[in-house]
């Protein structure tokens, strides 16, 4: 347990470093993923509505509903929200480090190489943004990384696959594919009678998980019928694979770009270590050297993917910074390890991710479509239309004419945070014909929200409030 104790005070520095970040400088939630989530996770918990995401009292059938559910729980705490939920990003990624450190260290065998793991992966710019915000790849990376772990245990493997599941739906089920896969072909390749009756153990552990774990599809599709299957399936998982949805364009390289960016000449001992460990598990029959590289297919596969969604690149960053450090294994003499492992984390914090930007970098800010979402909140609307920008309107056009966009795609607006801090119905419009419509005279008194280039003086509008680049108006 002692050679265990530096893990611990990383782990320690690292949450403190992100808890004094989220706690003592609070800002707004930011667009898209936190004020989606927020918002969802508030509808919800009000709702009693705890299998189904909910949106402006609409079910969300695109995703699943644990990590809103999760964040709507913290935000009932008595404790300003965006720090409550961001403090929950920051432990469930102390969850996933503790979990790292477990998986490096069972399938590398190497204190120092999981130790630089921990610290290469927890200080790369994608992973510290993911750990101060709300997101549901956090919950992901842990559904996977529990289950390689625990598999082999029944209730165990089975809530970790549910939490993958329940946060990215069809996507947690990575690493069951992976493990069948190897499983398979270990009992293919070997003949002794154990081996058939472990394997045959393994597949009725598998099952019972995979059973539990659809559950939730079975039921929503009960509700829901072919409406789940178009929006949650076809729209939200296929679509994503085959085309570039919602403007998420990018080049083939745009995941390996990331890749560069962020590990830049490390990508050396990268590649020398999948050819090490493709020797080791071809020719030396480790079986260990599969798991040590088991989510690296996954980055093969998002590079496949027409859209591109840089945090996509989230759940291998581990992968990518154990194969950085695992070379490190084979020195025999642990002063020379200990040098490499220093030499690899200089460098590492030199040119990967400076200290000095560390504090500096903030992912939002006070802007003014916050503001003028709670101005309409303070000022007593009870619902509000928002007509989105010229330019979302003219892209959101042509998307369409591509079908390039899905049914929740007019859901968000510009600015889907509005609708969390204005708190009341909210609905964005993509027309000026159809925003119009709010207007008539037999229409609802909505209160109606426009960027300052849209407004209209013929609306005949009583201005409620204005800032930079908003106005709130209402009919008098």
Known sequence: MKKHIPFFIILFVFLSLQLFKVISDVRPFFDWDEGIYAQVGREMIRAKSYLVPLWQGKAWLDKPPLPPLVYGIVGMIPVQPEISMRIVSVLLSGLVLGLLYTFTFRFS?????????????????????????LNVDVFLLIGWLGYVLFYRQLYVGMLFLLIGVLSKSLLGYFPVAMILLFETYEFFTHKKKRFKNEYFHFLQVLFFQLFVSSLWFIWMYIQYKDAFIQYHIVDSHFKRVTSSIEQHFGQRTFYIDIIVEQFKWFLIPVGASLLVLAYEFFIKKRKEAFFAVLFFPWFIFLNLTKTKIAWYIYPVLPQFAFLTVYLIR??????????????????????????????????????????????????????????????????????????LVIHTTTWWGDHPVMAYYADMPTQYYYTVEEFEKQILPESHSHCLITETADWNGNWGLRILSKNNKFYLGVKP
């Open 109 to 133: 065998g190497s204190v120092l190489v999981s130790l630089a793991s921990v610290i290469i992966t927890s200080y790369l710019a994608p992973f510290l943004q993911r750990t101060q915000v």
């Open 330 to 403: 084979y020195i025999s003499k642990d002063w020379i390890k200990i040098v490499v492992t220093c030499a690899v984390l200089f460098y590492f914090f030199k040119t990967v991710t400076p200290i000095n930007s560390y504090l500096t970098t903030h992912y939002s800010q006070v802007e003014d479509h916050q503001l003028i979402a709670q101005d309409a909140k303070k000022v007593g609307c009870t619902d509000v239309a928002i007509l989105v920008s010229s330019n979302t309107r003219t892209s959101y056009k042509t998307l369409k004419s591509m079908d």
